[in-house]
């Protein structure tokens, strides 16, 4: 079966550079949600989308932003790039019923180190 | 404000016996909770999920969780523990009558070190 795919695996950048992570999510998924998870954390909800519109917004960072497209893929733009922003990126979808359960699918996560 | 407490980082549980990871959760409304596993350097799996009905929840690989609504408690068990499941496992919990379209993300606990050994 499908799966929610992420991109890239793996992405190192200098301070003060610009990142961009890409999501697809499972077909017929209309929800995307981000997550962070640093080292030894657990993973904390930056922001969501459902039908292209931003649906909820946790705890990212005013120096990111994303967005979901007509195609219900989605991108977080990360930019200012802190040491401190060096994670594991999750990105989750789910069908508009899940999203009323919460079950998320999530993805194999995209690694940012910041050097 | 929702939140999950998972009170043990590691549990070390003998291959072949049961084992128990404890969950607590609190939320202004009725739960929706969920167990993930993640294997290292991977992404979560969900496992099971209680939304109404039985208490007891069967998931995937043999576990299953029992909801406890006196106690807030959801606690993950399995009744003969495999090496194979030696994994670091969350909890989370969804307010059930969030009203944000739906699209609220889960909110996590610190996630539970499940080492079995052979």
């Known amino acids: 079966a499908a799966g929610v795919i992420q991109s890239p695996r793996h992405l190192i950048k200098e301070k003060r550079e610009t990142a961009t992570l890409k999501c697809y999510p499972i077909?017929?998924?209309?929800?995307v949600y981000w997550y962070q998870q640093g080292p030894g954390q657990d993973p904390q909800f930056l922001i969501s989308?459902?039908?292209?519109?931003?649906?909820d917004k946790g705890s990212i960072p005013d120096r990111f932003s994303a967005q979901q497209f007509s195609d219900y893929h989605s991108e977080l733009n990360m930019s200012s790039l802190e040491l401190g922003d060096s994670a594991l990126y999750f990105c989750?979808?789910?069908?508009?019923?899940?999203?009323?359960?919460?079950?998320?699918?999530f993805g194999e996560g995209s690694r940012l180190t910041v050097l | 404000a929702q939140s999950v407490a998972q009170p043990e980082d590691q549990v070390n549980v003998a291959e072949g016996n049961p084992l128990t990871v404890k969950c607590t959760y609190s939320?202004?409304?009725?739960?929706?909770l969920f167990w993930y596993v993640q294997y290292p350097n991977r992404g979560l799996q969900f496992l099971l999920k209680?939304?109404?009905?039985?208490?007891l929840v069967k998931g995937s690989y043999g576990f299953e969780a029992e909801f406890n609504k006196s106690q807030t408690s959801f606690h993950l068990k399995k009744p003969s523990a495999l090496v194979s499941d030696s994994a670091l496992y969350f909890c989370?919990?969804?307010?059930?009558?969030?009203?944000?379209?739906?699209?609220?993300?889960?909110?996590f606990g610190k996630g539970t070190h499940l080492i079995i050994q052979p």
């Open positions: 989750a979808s789910s069908p508009r019923t899940g999203a009323n359960t919460g079950e998320l699918f």
């Open positions: 077909p017929r998924h209309d929800t």
């Open positions: 989308f459902y039908e292209k519109m931003q649906s």
């Open positions: 939320v202004s409304g009725n739960p929706y």
């Open positions: 209680y939304i109404t009905g039985d208490n």
């Open positions: 989370a919990v969804r307010d059930r009558w969030y009203s944000g379209g739906g699209a609220d993300g889960l909110t």
